[in-house]
């Protein structure tokens, strides 16, 4: 049976509170920000979950990483190592079966965004977490490719406000 986004959205705050994570409903602060977002949790500091305007069949989950400026002078198209690590981070979001788009700011890059969805058709607890898990599991893969290819690569997300950072609006 097709799920309203409101269903949707009852649906997924039950399944974070499961999680004891803390998590903020800023569907209010992103609404002032931009129309093209129905509705958005940020879970923990770095997780957003949420419901595009445009697409009544899903809901998104996406981990948005920031590099602070130390870490984000290293990621240069001409540095050799961030060509690997671009390359082997495609090779990883590919298999994994995720989605990712690097952020810039003006000519830097200034972070990453993994991310995937669920349909609202099979949206439940567990296909909500396995996706959850597995948006998760490649971010931390990521982390540790860059720290590979990186010597001094901190891997810390700054702590920017995330609404006005979502990938989505």
Request: with cysteine; net charge negative; aromatic share 8%.
């Amino acid at each position: 049976m097709t799920k309203t986004s409101d269903e949707m959205k009852n649906l997924v705050e039950e399944f974070i509170k499961v999680t004891n994570i803390n998590y903020e409903d800023q569907t209010d602060k992103v609404k002032e920000k931009s129309n093209l977002i129905e509705w958005q949790f940020r879970v923990g500091t770095n997780v957003i979950v949420s419901k595009n305007t445009n697409r009544a069949d899903r809901i998104h989950l996406n981990v948005n990483m920031r590099f602070p400026p130390e870490d984000a002078k290293l990621l240069v198209m001409k540095n050799p190592s961030f060509s690997k690590a671009v390359m082997d981070i495609s090779e990883i979001c590919t298999i994994c079966n995720v989605g990712h788009q690097w952020v810039k700011d003006k000519e830097n890059i200034a972070g990453l965004a993994i991310f995937s969805h669920v349909d609202e058709q099979i949206l439940d607890r567990v296909s909500f977490h396995d996706t959850w898990d597995n948006v998760a599991r490649v971010t931390a893969h990521i982390q540790k490719i860059l720290r590979s290819n990186f010597s001094g690569f901190s891997g810390q997300t700054s702590s920017e406000e995330t609404t006005e950072k979502s990938m989505y609006g």
